[in-house]
């Protein structure tokens, strides 16, 4: 598809579809954000079993006058870049089809309607609506951290995974089936109910060497707790002492946002801007 000009429909379309610049670009965005919001109320309220018996039909109705207009808002944001597919696959464009999905498939399968409050997530826009590009440069830097701390998180929930095997075999031979533990899958959900200090409660140690091992453990979650957030946090500071200027700008071919604030090109795609 071809780049669109600055005299075309197709620029003066994304100008308003994917920028925030001008006050029409702004009004599109706010009210789509008022859309968003309505539309999840919508669903939420049909959940309710009074009001649905009530004003069920209303809500259905409602439910497809938002579809419809998502529908239009997701083939105009196809339409107006150089390279729709790079929409079409993005994290965004991904959100947009999947907020208009379950409405379709609810026609075959019953229930999945409830699946749109997945429009919740199309409310990140608000930072690009109120160009607040200072929370665009931290979340950028909050990912950059996490992508650090992957190898190490990868290493430290494989030795987690060790763990509670082990443990949840021990107390299997240990307590047996009269305690609960009828298998070792079983032991090992309670290794992982304990470790993570969550507690249940629904099964439990009998025996006095059990008990010292659901001591040991219990001990071990809140030491394993800390691991995870000090390598995201060594990770977060380096991160930050590598600060990114981004804006807000959408590229025009490919729509995706969080170029550096002198750029000229897309670094994603390498279109002008």
């Known amino acids: 598809m071809a780049e669109p000009t600055k005299n ?152 987690v995974v060790s763990l509670v095997i082990i443990a949840g075999t021990f107390m299997y031979l240990i307590e047996g089936e009269d305690s609960g533990f009828t298998s070792i899958p079983k032991s090992v959900y309670w290794a992982i109910v304990t470790l993570t200090t969550v507690g249940y409660g629904d099964i439990a140690p009998q025996t006095p060497l059990g008990q010292m091992l659901a001591s040991i453990i219990m001990i071990m979650g809140y030491a394993i707790i800390a691991v995870p957030t000090g390598i995201v946090s060594v990770e977060l500071s380096n991160a930050q002492n590598k600060p990114e200027l981004v804006t807000t700008q959408a590229c025009p071919e490919c729509s995706k946002e969080g170029h550096d604030e002198n750029a000229v090109f897309c670094k994603f795609c390498g279109a002008k801007l």
């Open 8 to 159: 075309s429909w197709r620029f003066k379309m994304h100008e308003i579809i994917y920028e925030a610049d001008t006050p029409s670009g702004k009004l599109f965005d706010v009210v789509l954000l008022w859309a968003i919001a309505a539309s999840v109320i919508v669903v939420m309220l049909e959940s309710i079993k009074s009001v649905e018996v009530n004003y069920g039909e209303i809500l259905r109705q409602l439910e497809w006058t938002f579809t419809i207009l998502f529908t239009i808002e997701y083939i105009m944001r196809i339409i107006c870049v150089g390279k729709p597919f790079r929409y079409v696959f993005s994290f965004m464009g991904i959100v947009d089809l999947l907020s208009i999905a379950p409405t379709y498939i609810s026609l075959f399968i019953a229930g999945t309607q409830s699946l749109l409050v997945i429009r919740t997530i199309r409310l990140l826009r608000i930072f690009r609506i109120f160009k607040i590009a200072r929370y665009l440069s931290e979340a950028q830097t909050l990912a950059r951290a996490l992508k650090a701390s992957r190898p190490k998180i990868t290493v430290f929930l494989g030795s």
